[in-house]
């Protein structure tokens, strides 16, 4: 451990347990160590938790970015698709055509709804 940072722990567990009633036996400076492996704890421990937090947000902001422009590449293909079947005039059995193909696809076939 660095000097300064021991330091402040011995000063920090010295102002907070030197009182008039431990001038008996005990010297501040068996009272700072005694609480100094307490002192790190409650500072690594919830600075490990900030840690692990702001990655956890990073990666969300990251991972819904990814999503968002995935979503909405789908959409555009989607829209030229739609423009390019009416431009052709598809038929209804180009469309069931489609539709079969759609629905043999694993990523698909979930947003395909078969009209009856």
Not at 25 to 31: D, E, F, G, L, P
Not at 92 to 112: D, F
């Given at each position: 451990m660095p000097t300064g940072q021991r330091a402040l722990l011995l000063l920090l567990a010295a102002a907070f347990c030197c009182s008039s009633v431990t001038a008996t036996q005990v010297t501040c400076q068996k009272a700072a160590e005694s609480t100094q492996a307490w002192l790190l704890l409650m500072i690594v421990v919830p600075a490990f938790v900030n840690l692990v937090s702001i990655v956890l947000i990073v990666l969300t902001?990251?991972?819904v970015r990814r999503l968002k422009r995935i979503t909405e590449a789908i959409a555009s293909s989607?829209?030229?698709?739609?423009?390019?079947?009416?431009r052709v005039g598809i038929g209804p059995t180009a469309k069931k055509?489609?539709?079969e193909y759609a629905k043999s696809k694993p990523g698909?076939?979930?947003?395909?709804?078969?009209p009856k």
């Amino acid at each position: 451990m660095p000097t300064g940072q021991r330091a402040l722990l011995l000063l920090l567990a010295a102002a907070f347990c030197c009182s008039s009633v431990t001038a008996t036996q005990v010297t501040c400076q068996k009272a700072a160590e005694s609480t100094q492996a307490w002192l790190l704890l409650m500072i690594v421990v919830p600075a490990f938790v900030n840690l692990v937090s702001i990655v956890l947000i990073v990666l969300t902001i990251v991972h819904v970015r990814r999503l968002k422009r995935i979503t909405e590449a789908i959409a555009s293909s989607t829209h030229w698709l739609t423009r390019t079947a009416v431009r052709v005039g598809i038929g209804p059995t180009a469309k069931k055509a489609l539709l079969e193909y759609a629905k043999s696809k694993p990523g698909l076939e979930k947003l395909v709804k078969v009209p009856k």
